[in-house]
C-alpha cells in the first residue's frame, strides 16, 4: 500500500496529464479553424482580384478589337 503523499502525487500527475492534454487539444483546434478562415478569406479576395483581371483583360480585348475593325 502507498502512503497518501503519494497517492496524492499519483492523483495530481494524472489529473495534470488529462487536463494538460485537453487544453492542448483545444488550443490547436482553436488554432486550426483561425488558420483555415484565413486561409479561406486569402482564397476568396485572390479570386475577386482574378476575375477584377478578367474583366479588364476582357474590356482591353474588346476595345482592341473595336479598334482594329475600325482600319
Known amino acids: 500500500m502507498t ?8 492523483i495530481r500527475i494524472m489529473s495534470g496529464t488529462i487536463i494538460g492534454g485537453i487544453l492542448g487539444f483545444y488550443v490547436m483546434h482553436r488554432m486550426e479553424i483561425r488558420y483555415k478562415e484565413k486561409m479561406n478569406e486569402r ?3 485572390y479570386e475577386d482580384e482574378l476575375k477584377r483581371r478578367m474583366k ?3 474590356t ?5 478589337i ?3 475593325s475600325k482600319f
Open 3 to 10: 502512503a497518501p503523499s503519494q497517492r496524492w502525487g499519483y
Open 43 to 45: 482564397l476568396r479576395k
Open 66 to 68: 473595336e479598334e482594329s
Open 60 to 64: 482591353l480585348n474588346e476595345f482592341e
Open 56 to 58: 479588364r483583360e476582357e
